[in-house]
């Protein structure tokens, strides 16, 4: 899996997992393809 390549990571002086680094990576794609969709797709002018 992408979380089993990813190494340690400091964020902010916190150690991130791999697992959190995997959950923030796909919070913030959800985040951007939902405003996308929002912003093109459902509430076009």
């Known amino acids: 899996m992408a ?3 990813i190494k ?3 964020l902010f002086g916190h150690e991130a997992s791999p697992e959190e680094l995997a959950v923030l990576l796909g919070a913030g794609i959800y985040t ?14």
């Open 3 to 5: 979380a089993e390549s």
């Open 32 to 45: 951007a393809i939902n405003y996308m969709g929002q912003k093109y797709l459902v509430f076009t002018k």
């Open 8 to 10: 340690g990571f400091t």
